[in-house]
């Protein structure tokens, strides 16, 4: 593989992320109004770009989100490795940081290099980088792809930067993420690099 370029988006706004609950993998709640406009925003910023695939998860804000470009035709994979987090017993909870101090200390163990740890009955970041691996393989193994679309979550989103860019998993809170905001990496010369970081320029007005 010569050169690729990949970009990698966060699904759009759904009505659980509005009022701050957590979804995870085990929730598949669907795109909210503003959701939609963000989908729509970032479709007509993007759509001359020739994407030769689009990856999304198996969930469906992530399939909403890249709606306009399934109905020009573009080739579409969905894979489970490429869902979000498994959060276990915290999914369909409200997160904040007065009622919720065992999601705040998962995200400390992490920071610390705790990168094993899970909620109960969830993944930990190890889990579900291992998941992502061999999609991950499969993407990079085609080379005849230059230019991919990939659609999936926040928190799957900075472990799966994380492998792209070979940087330890305890790091990848440094990766900020909005929803439909865009991460753009160029493949070149056997690593990869970052072009442009959680932009949200296609949103303006939104």
């Known amino acids: 593989m010569s050169s690729k370029q990949i970009y990698l988006i966060r699904h759009g706004e759904t009505e659980l992320n509005r009022q701050n609950i957590i979804q995870g993998s085990g929730v598949d709640a669907q795109l ?33 989100s890249v709606q306009g470009f399934l109905d020009l035709g573009i080739p579409h994979e969905t894979h489970a490795g490429l869902n979000e987090i498994s959060w276990g017993r915290k999914e369909g909870h409200k997160v ?24 109960e009955g969830g993944e930990s970041p190890l889990t579900v980088a291992a998941r992502q691996k061999p999609v991950l393989e499969l993407i990079l193994s085609r080379p005849d792809e230059e230019t991919i679309l990939i659609c999936m979550h926040g928190r799957a989103m900075r472990i799966l930067l994380c492998q792209l860019l070979k940087i330890d998993l305890k790091d990848m809170d440094r990766f900020e993420h909005e929803n439909l905001c865009l991460y753009k990496l160029h493949y070149q010369n056997g690593h990869f690099e970052i072009e442009l970081s959680n932009n949200n320029q296609h949103l303006a007005g939104i």
């Open 32 to 64: 909210n109004e503003k959701g939609h406009r963000q989908a729509q925003a970032f479709f007509a910023h993007y759509q001359h770009i020739a994407f030769a695939k689009v990856y999304t998860s198996k969930l469906i804000r992530t399939i909403q």
């Open 96 to 119: 904040t940081p007065e009622n919720d101090e065992l999601y705040f200390e998962m995200l400390r163990q992490w920071r610390s290099g705790n990168v094993d740890v899970a909620i």
